[in-house]
């Protein structure tokens, strides 16, 4: 089954208001990543975080990895039309072998 | 555009049929992966190559298969096609290894078996 779950699946939000989505895995991760999916597109990487408790922040968009390297989350603030577009985690199962395993997805939808 | 190119954009077969999809990975990069999206499954990891060897293994049948050729572009054939295996089937490539590099996705195949 589906090791890496994303919650929510889908969020609408009005343009200026904040959102999150949660990256939660079964076993710990080596590593996370985060992709974003326009519509139509392909998944484009945004970033990378490595070590426990690490938190970075590209303009409106901070990313933290768990303490215990499990979960991750992606917050946006003051989303924009331009953010609109499906946001995967994806990372290395600890005992996984060399393989990246995708989270669910969260689908952001963003109306005027 | 993140410099890889998949062929063909598009591909409408039937059942039971053959197709091969083409990717060609950013120049200098030595990893492909091949994923495949659909709106039930997400994003599935099929295959990795490195430097023309397998070097993981995801959800891939047995129907499916993959090589590396030493120009570095790959190929994804599927064989005895299902409607089951209409998708969006995904190239990539990064430096080195999975996971360690963020990885280049192309443009994607959208393969449709009527």
């Known amino acids: 089954g589906q090791q890496v779950m994303q919650i929510p699946q889908y969020q609408h939000v009005q343009e200026g208001e904040d959102f999150t989505t949660y990256c939660n895995s079964s076993?710990?991760?080596?590593?996370i990543q985060w992709y974003k999916q326009r519509p139509g597109g392909h998944p484009v990487f945004l970033i990378q975080?490595?070590?426990?408790?690490e938190v970075k922040k590209q303009k409106r968009l901070t990313f933290q990895f768990g303490e215990a390297k499990k979960n991750s989350s992606l917050h946006i603030t003051a989303t924009q039309t331009t953010d609109v577009g499906t946001y995967f985690c994806?990372?290395?199962?600890?005992?996984?072998?060399?393989?990246?395993?995708f989270g669910t997805g969260t689908q952001l939808k963003v109306e005027l | 555009d993140s410099g890889v190119t998949q062929t063909p954009k598009h591909l409408i077969t039937a059942t039971g049929q053959r197709v091969t999809l083409r990717c060609s990975p950013r120049?200098?990069?030595?990893?492909v992966y091949w994923y495949q999206q659909s709106l039930d499954q997400g994003l599935q990891f099929l295959i990795q190559?490195?430097?023309?060897?397998?070097?993981a293994k995801g959800n891939i049948l047995e129907r499916f298969s993959a090589q590396q050729f030493p120009d570095l572009h790959s190929e994804l054939n599927l064989s005895s096609l299902e409607l089951g295996d209409s998708a969006l089937y995904f190239c990539?490539?990064?430096?080195?290894?999975?996971?360690?590099?963020?990885?280049?996705f192309g443009p994607g195949t959208r393969l449709t078996v009527l």
């Open positions: 990539a490539s990064s430096a080195r290894g999975q996971g360690i590099h963020e990885q280049f």
């Open positions: 076993t710990t991760l080596s590593n």
């Open positions: 975080l490595v070590k426990s408790g």
């Open positions: 994806a990372g290395i199962l600890t005992g996984g072998g060399n393989k990246l395993t």
């Open positions: 120049s200098g990069d030595l990893s």
């Open positions: 190559y490195y430097n023309g060897e397998e070097r």
